[in-house]
């Protein structure tokens, strides 16, 4: 994410265990112990620091990602793609109903700036928000320390696709990436390709579910395969997704292994749509409109197609286009 740390706020404050204190327009955020807390003109609320900084992570990492990161129920981002929208009650019919609502509209350089400086002071040693609960201490207790290899990894984005020369490599148990434990049982073998002449160079394989097996993080999509707006972005899931997502254009999801539970609820006012079971070789459309939560019991593997064309946005938001991609 590009940053601008110039225009980053914050302070230390006596009582706040070592953390600092951030301001971002009429934000404030404080962390203590065991909750992270926001504060803007009209209200406060307060999350657990854990899912905050999952949140959190997320956001920095995907620069915002696609439309809506919420953080949960009352706080979090919309992206418009240059600018961010920081919210607190928008989406919260509670909140509306009560006028306590409240977002304000900023750079995405001087937003990212912020959440990324609240990241990396945020967390210690010893904590990994990308992580699955079971491969990482915990994000409680007073500031000690940093972890800044784990809170500046960046989420993986190729140029054509993975394996390929100049592209982002192969995991490999050289490079870093182990199998997890999850998927020992998931082949290794690379396919064998063999172009006829003139073609070599033009094209290429690789073994997915290999690459998946040695993900070290989770609730992550990165993009390994790109064809013009068409983007691959595969992840493996473990535990809760930390967000709440909702989209500004229709996402396909394809279950590669596993299980994972959908909790599809309205973007607008967050009542609940549908609950979604899918099982591997199960694929779903999650609409335009909606917001989603996974829950995977075990670590699994999802394919999530994204369509990175800039004008979709627009049309969905205006109604030209349908929120789902299939009349039946
Ligand atoms: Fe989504």
Same mark, same amino acid.
């Given at each position: ?13 006596? =009582?706040?265990? @070592?953390?600092?204190?951030? $301001? ?8 203590? *112990?065991? #909750? %992270?807390? &926001? ?123 993975? =394996?390929?020369? @100049?592209?982002?490599?192969? $995991? ?8 997890? *434990?999850? #998927? %020992?049982? &998931? ?142």
């Amino acid at each position: 994410m590009a940053s601008d740390e110039s225009t980053v706020r914050s302070e230390l404050v006596e =009582g706040d265990l @070592g953390y600092r204190r951030f $301001r971002l327009g009429g934000f404030e955020f404080r962390r203590d *112990r065991y #909750f %992270a807390h &926001v504060k803007w003109p009209k209200g406060s609320h307060s999350l657990d620091v854990t899912a905050f900084a999952k949140a959190l992570m997320r956001d920095v990492a995907w620069g915002f990602f696609y439309g809506w990161v919420n953080f949960d129920d009352v706080f979090g981002t919309t992206n418009h793609y240059g600018t961010v929208d920081v919210y607190a009650g928008r989406y919260n019919a509670g909140f509306r109903a009560a006028g306590t609502d409240y977002f304000e509209t900023f750079p995405t350089s001087q937003a990212g700036a912020t959440f990324n400086a609240m990241l990396e002071d945020w967390t210690n040693e010893g904590f990994d928000p990308f992580a699955a609960p079971q491969e990482t201490g915990n994000a409680y207790g007073p500031k000690t320390s940093s972890n800044l290899a784990a809170v500046r990894r960046a989420r993986v984005v190729c140029k054509r696709a993975v =394996g390929l020369a @100049g592209d982002i490599p192969r $995991r490999t148990d050289e490079n870093g990436y182990p199998v997890n *434990r999850d #998927f %020992a049982d &998931v082949p290794q073998d690379e396919p064998e390709v063999r172009p006829e002449p003139g073609f070599e160079g033009q094209i290429h394989a690789f073994n997915l579910y290999s690459y998946l097996s040695r993900s070290d993080v989770t609730w992550n999509p990165s993009v390994c395969s790109v064809v013009k707006d068409s983007l691959f972005c595969p992840t493996s899931e473990e535990h809760i997704l930390p967000i709440f997502h909702g989209n500004d254009r229709v996402e396909w999801f394809v279950q590669l292994s596993d299980t994972i539970e959908w909790e599809v609820a309205d973007k607008e006012t967050g009542s609940p749509r549908a609950r979604v079971i899918m099982h591997a070789g199960d694929v779903a459309a999650m609409p335009a409109d909606i917001k989603h939560k996974g829950f995977s019991p075990k670590r699994s593997m999802l394919l999530v197609w994204e369509n990175a064309d800039s004008k979709l946005p627009a049309l969905y938001a205006g109604g030209k286009l349908s929120p789902y991609p299939v009349d039946f």
